[in-house]
């Protein structure tokens, strides 16, 4: 995840906290919110999520947390929850906050939508022309360059962008922003299986196993041929304890209409047919021991028979025969709006609307546009002092201490 620090009062850490995908809209609220409210962060002072013990700084009483583009913590920072002080997402909310909390949770296309409402509404001058670019960008992308074919942009999202365009006439047009950014998303050559699948992944906890759902930026026919795909697959969930794996990609055409198709592996015996498998191949549970409580069957029914929404699978003819894949004939159906269909099928704390897993943060890939990211490097993590330390230094507009 991508997080940035507000600054210090007195002797209190404010982050402000993206999700664990740390995708573009999470990067970008996190960096562009933390900025509005301390005023100016410096590149060179940014730190990242790997790099900060936020637990230390929580026993410690020095942490408050406003978490962006996701409202419940991953089940590993579960003890920080009585540290959230405001939250703002375009998600559904699974769950409650407490009384002090401030909630922004709307059905908008971008959680950078809700920064810039945030932002606009503050003192003038704060929003400089960098911070307008991410936000422009980002909303733009989110929304598929405000198509409503589609159906991710709302009348908010598009007022937004059209803010930020009428404050910053110098900003690039919107078509060339959206189609060097889309083209950035998409572009996943270089990288191997694993990194695909790392690339964009949730992961959703059952009864005593969890479940991996990776978004696939290339259209399926190609996935399911590459090279020494099943074994790639058997490994990745074998060594992270997943009992399988839903793959779901997107593509558009030149329309902006977007095209999905969905694949299903639950392990190495086949399945005897894409709709309805009446025999159960066994999957693999946690660390690697074979478990047979959440057969694909399972999966493959709760897909098929969603109502909320309906998927409109259609099945597809597969390469390999313990791989199930279907055509999505609703294009609208995103993964936000398909996890809650598995999660009910895994039953246990995620059917209810339960966090995802956290993930953790993958390998930085050989096409990074971020080459000395610390997420490349073995960077420990700050103690409370270290972050105070560099807190302080931003605040005196003084250069960041070379790393110990």
């Known amino acids: 995840g991508w997080l940035a620090l507000q600054g210090c009062r007195l002797w209190e850490i404010h982050v402000v906290l993206g999700n664990e995908a740390c995708d573009l809209d999470s990067a970008v609220s996190a960096l562009a919110l933390a900025y509005f409210l301390a005023?100016?962060?410096?590149?060179?002072?940014?730190?990242?999520?790997?790099?900060?013990?936020?637990?230390?700084?929580?026993?410690?009483?020095?942490?408050s947390l406003t978490l962006v583009d996701h409202h419940v913590l991953p089940g590993a920072d579960a003890a920080l929850e009585e540290a959230v002080?405001?939250?703002?997402?375009?998600?559904?909310?699974?769950?409650?906050?407490?009384?002090?909390?401030?909630?922004?949770?709307?059905?908008?296309?971008?959680?950078?939508?809700?920064?810039?409402?945030?932002?606009?509404?503050?003192?003038?001058?704060?929003?400089?022309?960098?911070?307008?670019?991410?936000?422009?960008?980002?909303?733009?992308?989110?929304?598929?360059?405000?198509?409503?074919?589609?159906?991710?942009?709302?009348?908010?999202?598009?007022?937004?962008?059209?803010?930020?365009?009428?404050?910053?006439?110098?900003?690039?047009?919107?078509?060339?922003?959206?189609?060097?950014?889309?083209?950035?998303?998409?572009?996943?050559?270089?990288?191997?299986?694993?990194?695909?699948?790392?690339?964009?992944?949730?992961?959703?906890?059952?009864?005593?196993?969890?479940?991996?759902?990776?978004?696939?930026?290339?259209?399926?026919?190609?996935?399911?041929?590459?090279?020494?795909?099943?074994?790639?697959?058997?490994?990745?969930?074998?060594?992270?304890?997943?009992?399988?794996?839903?793959?779901?990609?997107?593509?558009?055409?030149?329309?902006?209409?977007?095209?999905?198709?969905?694949?299903?592996?639950?392990?190495?015996?086949?399945?005897?047919?894409?709709?309805?498998?009446?025999?159960?191949?066994?999957?693999?549970g946690r660390g690697g021991v074979p478990a047979t409580a959440l057969p694909p069957l399972q999966v493959c029914r709760a897909l098929e028979e969603a109502s909320a929404p309906s998927l409109q699978l259609q099945p597809l003819p597969s390469p390999w025969s313990c791989v199930g894949a279907y055509a999505q004939g609703n294009a609208l159906a995103s993964r936000k709006k398909v996890l809650p269909i598995l999660r009910a099928a895994l039953g246990g704390p995620g059917a209810a609307g339960g966090p995802e897993e956290d993930v953790g943060p993958p390998p930085t890939p050989m096409n990074s546009l971020v080459e000395d990211c610390p997420l490349a490097q073995a960077v420990p993590p700050l103690c409370p002092q270290d972050v105070l330390e560099r807190v302080s230094r931003i605040a005196a507009g003084q250069p960041p201490a070379s790393p110990k």
């Open 39 to 63: 005023k100016g962060i410096p590149a060179a002072s940014l730190i990242f999520r790997d790099e900060i013990d936020l637990g230390g700084l929580h026993r410690a009483g020095l942490l």
């Open 85 to 284: 002080v405001e939250v703002l997402d375009h998600r559904p909310l699974e769950r409650d906050r407490a009384a002090g909390c401030q909630v922004t949770a709307e059905p908008v296309g971008s959680c950078a939508t809700l920064v810039t409402e945030r932002i606009a509404q503050g003192p003038p001058g704060v929003l400089d022309r960098p911070t307008a670019a991410l936000l422009h960008g980002t909303i733009l992308l989110d929304c598929v360059n405000l198509s409503p074919a589609a159906g991710k942009v709302t009348p908010r999202d598009v007022a937004c962008v059209s803010l930020l365009e009428a404050r910053f006439p110098e900003l690039p047009a919107r078509d060339a922003v959206f189609e060097a950014l889309q083209a950035a998303k998409f572009d996943v050559s270089g990288l191997t299986t694993e990194q695909m699948l790392r690339k964009d992944l949730k992961a959703l906890s059952g009864d005593e196993l969890v479940l991996a759902v990776s978004a696939i930026y290339v259209d399926l026919e190609t996935f399911l041929r590459r090279p020494g795909l099943l074994q790639d697959l058997d490994a990745f969930c074998q060594a992270r304890g997943y009992a399988g794996l839903v793959a779901m990609t997107i593509s558009f055409n030149e329309h902006n209409e977007a095209s999905r198709q969905l694949a299903f592996w639950g392990g190495v015996q086949p399945l005897l047919s894409c709709t309805l498998p009446p025999k159960s191949p066994r999957f693999w």
